[in-house]
């Protein structure tokens, strides 16, 4: 199994002469790349000590050389000199000498009648993988290499035929590209879309012995499992939201055959045990009984955007420190972001902000004052530049680092009034589907499709 990627390298290379031998250069420098993809430690192997790198179409050991000649040539040294690829292996399944040559062939057949590529394979990790430098010039007519959809998809192509050819195993249902922010979230345990229907999966099945069980314990976890022969694919979302998710993204073990597996292999009696604990903690969270001097009437109420962010955090745990778990779907993903709700609530305590009117007030006073801030910073800036006294530089200075400073207290405020803007219609969906969980109304029959429909008879 190989996975693939490409991606461009766009610096100039009039420096390289200059600069070949500087190792705080960028990445995306040619010279750093070569340089990164011949890496010794990387390349060679501490058994054997053979170094796995070899140029199609130019020496390895003069690469850099040969393929800044090319781009001299004709003319074409601007724009993305290179792309840079990999090609990676699963841990185990190929050796070094399998793996290298498997990434020659990949150039070749890809670039090999065109492009210059110098191929590396790194040993440093434990799943082998090739890099793959390429010139964006090709040395037959100077024509430049386009890096588009197609290319990719053929490269991928070429590579699962190289995998299959070899008896390796190919990714047959390839994951879309996961956004970057929720792929660090996920790394680094925050509560995603996506790991919150895999922990409501994971519980599912271990409280269930049969589908039709696992299906209504889905369901009363707010999320909805459709399949049925109509469907290519088994589907999971949330039974508030439209946008359904394949199953076999969330990884092998949620995959539909995977998941009857394990609710079959469970033992009826633990499993009992286990859901009479689940339905105690699943419970809405109790609240107290406080008595206090007066009436409802008379009772001062913090009400408008401000009382609904403040509801807003008491729903997610967030408020009183007390902590609950939420019991929505939506609320529970939303919990990653406490902090952030809590500066709107914080920001509009502090300068008294109630209404939505009143933060878009708030935000074009702020971005009048950080305009007059900048205006007075570069007056300060053109004076240190007229400056040679070592006093007055040194005040200037001071006074430039706290308009600085002053800057970036009311860019943050004015994000945060600007997230706060932006978020509050889903705070106030979020707050109904919260207390539709705590109301048990989540569970009731709605807006089903054609296919759900089906599936329940």
């Known amino acids: 199994m190989a996975t693939t990627k490409i991606w461009p390298v766009r610096d100039s290379l009039k420096r390289v002469m200059d600069y070949a031998s500087d190792s705080e250069k960028t990445a995306d420098d040619l010279t750093s790349v070569i340089k990164y993809a011949m890496n010794g430690s990387k390349t060679v192997s501490e058994n054997e000590k053979a170094c796995y790198v070899t140029g199609v179409n130019c020496f390895a050991e003069t690469a850099l050389e040969e393929m800044m000649n090319v ?8 724009g993305n000199v290179a792309y840079h690829c990999y090609q990676s292996f699963k841990p185990g399944e190929v050796t070094p000498e399998q793996c290298h040559q498997l990434g020659v062939e990949l150039a070749r057949r890809i670039w090999g009648d065109r492009y210059q590529v110098l191929v590396a394979t790194h040993l440093d990790r434990d ?30 192509r070429l590579s699962d035929e190289i995998c299959r050819e070899n008896g390796l195993s190919v990714i047959e249902k390839p994951h879309g590209k996961t956004p970057r922010q929720i792929h660090f979230a996920e790394k680094n345990g925050e509560p995603t879309k996506y790991n919150l229907m895999r922990e409501a999966i994971d519980t599912a099945v271990s409280l269930s012995t049969n589908m039709p069980t696992f299906i209504s314990l889905m369901k009363q976890q707010g999320y909805i499992v459709s399949y049925s022969h109509s ?9 508030n939201s439209q946008k359904a998710v394949r199953l076999y993204r969330l990884g092998e073990d949620y995959e539909l055959d995977r998941i009857a597996q394990r609710v079959n292999a469970n033992d009826c009696e633990i499993v009992a045990v286990i859901r009479e604990k689940l339905r105690m903690t699943m419970k809405p969270p109790k609240h107290k009984r406080i008595h206090v001097s ?9 009400g408008g955007l401000y009382g ?7 729903l997610l745990g967030y408020r009183p420190k007390k902590k609950h778990r939420p019991l929505s779907p939506e609320m529970r993903e939303a919990c990653r972001m406490c902090d952030k709700y809590s500066a709107c609530a914080r920001l509009m305590a502090r300068e008294h902000l109630r209404t939505e009117d009143d933060v878009k007030d708030f935000i074009s006073v702020s971005e009048k004052r950080m305009d007059e801030l900048f205006g007075v910073r570069n007056k300060l800036r053109n004076k240190l530049r007229r400056t040679s006294e070592p006093d007055q530089i040194e005040k200037l200075k001071a006074e430039r680092d706290q308009l600085t400073k002053e800057i ?6 004015l994000k945060t009034a600007e997230f706060t803007l932006e978020r509050s219609e889903k705070v106030r969906k979020d707050i109904n ?3 539709e969980y705590c109301r048990g109304d989540h569970t009731k029959s709605r807006g089903r499709n054609r296919n759900d429909r089906d599936q329940a008879r």
Do not use: M, W
């Not at 781009?71 to 601007?78: A, D, E, R, S």
């Not at 793959?132 to 990719?152: M, P, R, T």
């Not at 609904?308 to 008491?314: A, D, I, Q, V």
């Not at 970036?408 to 405020?413: D, H, L, M, P, S």
């Open 308 to 314: 609904l962010y403040l509801h807003y955090l008491y």
């Open 408 to 413: 970036t207290g009311i860019r943050n405020e």
């Open 71 to 78: 781009q001299n040539h004709f003319g074409k040294t601007g």
């Open 294 to 302: 007066g009436t409802k009437k008379t009772a001062r109420k913090i």
């Open 433 to 435: 589907i919260e207390l």
């Open 231 to 239: 469907r290519k694919y088994p589907t999971i979302r949330s039974v």
């Open 127 to 156: 799943h082998l993988h090739n890099h793959l430098v390429v010139c964006s010039v090709s040395f037959i007519d100077g024509k430049k290499f386009n890096d588009n959809k197609g290319a990719y998809s053929r490269l991928r």
